[in-house]
């Protein structure tokens, strides 16, 4: 398994907005997002969504532990949020686009300098359901697959 910097979609991306990849400091994020029901099946309905967001460029060995992923937010409700999902994503929405499109100024503090720290949402983490919520593809019926799409045996 190789760490996502080694990816085409990294150097894609570092190609695309070198402004963003030559600041070392800059942030690059994963969102996962996974349902569930708390509760089983048995017991009255309700579904839980923990949105995860998760810092990349960190060294392998660190990315994935759990001091680096952040709980964002949690989606709760008798069922699963469907396509109102991006209506309860908003507020994670505006504060990634604030980070991407004006910064924060942060403070290093091992060259004890301020800086203008951006952060970047590289890709999502999910199954197809989820998938299917966070990009409003529909995952049903003859192009489930955005990947395969026409080209799919599955009919």
Same mark, same amino acid.
């Given at each position: 398994?190789?760490?996502?910097?080694?990816?085409?979609? $990294?150097?894609?991306?570092?190609?695309?907005?070198?402004?963003?990849?030559?600041?070392?400091?800059?942030?690059?994020?994963?969102?996962?997002?996974?349902?569930?029901?708390?509760?089983?099946?048995?017991?009255?309905?309700?579904?839980? $969504?923990?949105?995860?967001?998760?810092?990349?460029?960190?060294?392998?060995?660190?990315?994935?532990?759990?001091?680096?992923?952040?709980?964002?937010?949690i989606i709760q409700g008798s069922q699963s949020p469907g396509k109102n999902?991006?209506?309860? &994503?908003?507020?994670?929405?505006?504060?990634?686009?604030? &980070? $991407?499109?004006?910064?924060?100024?942060?403070?290093?503090?091992?060259?004890?300098?301020?800086?203008?720290?951006?952060?970047? &949402?590289?890709?999502?983490?999910?199954?197809?359901?989820?998938?299917?919520?966070?990009?409003?593809?529909?995952?049903?019926?003859?192009?489930?697959?955005?990947?395969?799409?026409?080209?799919?045996?599955?009919?």
């Amino acid at each position: 398994m190789f760490h996502p910097a080694c990816g085409e979609a $990294w150097k894609h991306f570092d190609s695309t907005y070198p402004e963003f990849a030559n600041e070392p400091r800059n942030v690059r994020l994963g969102l996962c997002t996974e349902g569930f029901t708390p509760f089983g099946h048995s017991a009255s309905p309700s579904s839980c $969504w923990p949105v995860f967001v998760s810092v990349y460029n960190l060294p392998p060995t660190m990315c994935m532990k759990q001091e680096h992923v952040f709980l964002s937010l949690i989606i709760q409700g008798s069922q699963s949020p469907g396509k109102n999902i991006d209506v309860m &994503l908003q507020p994670l929405i505006d504060d990634l686009k604030q &980070l $991407w499109y004006y910064g924060v100024q942060t403070y290093d503090s091992f060259r004890r300098q301020y800086f203008l720290m951006r952060a970047a &949402l590289m890709w999502t983490i999910s199954d197809l359901p989820g998938y299917g919520m966070l990009s409003g593809w529909s995952t049903h019926g003859k192009l489930t697959c955005p990947y395969c799409m026409e080209n799919s045996k599955a009919f």
